[in-house]
């Protein structure tokens, strides 16, 4: 896993992030953030997720299902959460009686749990 300290090099290892990358922040006191958001190149991007826990940004259309989001990892992973206003939320795969998350947005954050190698190609919505 990788971190990052303010001023302190010695116990961090976190390398630049790249578009669409995930990560978690500690807020310590309230802050304003302005990100830089450039176009986006082609219609599809792709990833190669090895088995474990992956962070990534949802880069398709509003009110995308689960289901349909993670569907390029269809039998390659156990489970995938996002955190939201309201709490953590939750979905795995055929199992909507304990699943809980509602359709990603664009730049939603989550993790996956990926359980084989797999090479997923999400959309870049406009």
Partial sequence: MERY?????????????????????LI?????????????????????WGVGWHNEGWSGADGTP???AFACAAGNYAAAYRFTDAGLERFF????????????????PFLILV????SCTMPIAQ
């Fill in 5 to 25: 300290f303010p001023d302190r090099p010695d116990i961090s290892n976190m390398g630049p992030l790249s578009k669409y990358d995930a990560f978690l922040i």
């Fill in 28 to 48: 310590t006191q309230p802050v304003t953030c302005t990100t830089p958001v450039t176009a986006a190149s082609g219609s599809s991007r792709t990833l190669q």
């Fill in 66 to 68: 689960p289901e349909q």
């Fill in 93 to 108: 795969p055929n199992r909507p009686d304990i699943s809980n998350m509602g359709p990603l947005n664009k730049y939603d």
């Fill in 115 to 118: 359980t084989a190698p797999v």
